[in-house]
């Protein structure tokens, strides 16, 4: 089982939607995936509930003992996303060990990209410990088209020794339209755009992950 933590530990930055749509991709590839919602919030829960023919497994570990629990509830499984919670070091590091790739998604904005650095301090720790082990990456996520800072936050976060994905998640309606439905991109318009650049980012991780 490959484990994959989308976190980021400031608000807003689009991480549930990464996490539901990357596990829905990972799943309508075939893959059997568990996603893990370790946000006390429970966003990742109340948007499987939505859905009375959900076809994702969503659990809840919001407490530090994720690395332990996830083998015990998703041994069996191909893939485990965990959508990571805001502000809470103890479970960002609790994520990080069981994790064999760590997603960060950053908006385009100064103030997100300054506020990735404690996690970012984590997630180095831990690949030092793995001696090499874990993989982590950013990817640009809520880009707004046609703007210059989408590019512009590519050189900033390059600061940071991490790499960026090629892979770029855009600020569309129907990511907030489909979560109301407890549905993704992919099953509402999987011709559209946006069921394309998630499948991209699918992609993309998976062929790190070989």
């Known amino acids: 089982m490959k484990v994959i933590a989308v976190l980021n530990q400031k608000g807003g930055s689009g991480k549930t939607t990464i ?33 009375e023919d959900q076809p994702l497994t969503v659990v809840g570990i919001d407490r530090p003992t994720i690395d332990r629990d996830l083998k015990n509830v998703a041994s069996k499984m ?22 064999n790739f760590v997603l960060i998604p950053v908006q385009p904005s ?19 410990v793995t001696d090499g082990k874990l993989q982590a990456a950013f990817v640009v996520s809520r ?18 020794g991490l790499p960026i994905l090629e892979s770029r998640i855009a600020q569309r309606v129907s990511y907030p339209g489909t979560a109301a439905t407890g549905t993704t991109v ?12 998630v499948r991209a980012l699918a992609d993309e991780i998976k062929q790190k992950l070989i």
């Open 19 to 51: 996490a539901t749509h990357l596990a829905r991709a990972l799943q309508l590839g075939g893959a059997g995936v568990l996603l893990v919602d370790s946000d006390p919030q429970g966003s990742a829960r109340d948007w499987a509930a939505v859905r």
């Open 78 to 99: 191909d893939f485990a996303v965990i959508d990571g919670a805001p502000r809470a070091s103890d479970m960002a590091v609790s994520a990080i060990k069981a994790a």
């Open 110 to 128: 100064p103030y997100d990209i300054w506020a990735a650095s404690d996690l970012v301090d984590l997630v180095k720790q831990r690949i030092e």
């Open 143 to 160: 880009l707004i088209k046609g703007t210059r800072i989408g590019g512009e936050v590519a050189e900033a976060l390059a600061g940071y």
């Open 186 to 197: 992919l099953d509402a318009e999987p011709d559209g755009d946006a069921a394309a650049e």
